[in-house]
């Protein structure tokens, strides 16, 4: 079973995600901060990561892709924006994404992603 872990700072939709994943045979954890990302992706070791590109608090979505990718170099990262363009693309690039989706994104767009 793979496992994916969601973050994302608006709370309903990460359990939406989460929802979404789970009813969808993954086994997933949602985070709605960098820092607990970090520590829910230290239990988990995901194979998937779905993350949000603009959020609050001090540990971005690189930082966690980043030590995420320590824990397992094969990681598939999927970013979620709102805000698509010169500078979504670059962190698109810098974390090194599989796939990125703008907000809103189908259900169907969002598990093709996994």
Same mark, same amino acid.
């Given at each position: 079973?793979?496992?994916?872990?969601?973050?994302?700072?608006?709370e309903?939709?990460c359990?939406?995600?989460? #929802?979404?994943f789970?009813?969808?045979?993954?086994?997933?954890e949602?985070?709605? #901060?960098?820092?607990?990302?970090?520590?829910?992706?230290s239990?988990?070791?995901? #194979?998937?990561?779905?993350?949000?590109?603009?959020?609050t608090?001090?540990t971005?979505?690189? #930082?966690v892709?980043?030590?995420?990718?320590?824990l397992?170099?094969?990681?598939?990262?999927?970013?979620?924006?709102?805000?698509?363009?010169?500078?979504?693309?670059?962190?698109?690039?810098?974390?090194?994404?599989?796939?990125?989706?703008?907000?809103?994104?189908?259900?169907?767009?969002?598990?093709?992603?996994?």
């Amino acid at each position: 079973m793979k496992k994916i872990l969601v973050l994302e700072d608006e709370e309903l939709f990460c359990m939406l995600l989460t #929802d979404v994943f789970t009813e969808a045979g993954y086994r997933v954890e949602g985070a709605t #901060d960098g820092e607990e990302a970090l520590r829910k992706g230290s239990l988990l070791r995901p #194979d998937i990561f779905f993350t949000d590109w603009r959020f609050t608090g001090p540990t971005s979505s690189v #930082d966690v892709a980043q030590s995420l990718r320590e824990l397992n170099p094969d990681l598939r990262v999927v970013l979620l924006t709102g805000m698509l363009g010169h500078e979504a693309n670059a962190a698109a690039e810098r974390i090194g994404a599989f796939r990125l989706l703008v907000k809103p994104s189908s259900i169907d767009d969002i598990l093709a992603a996994a």
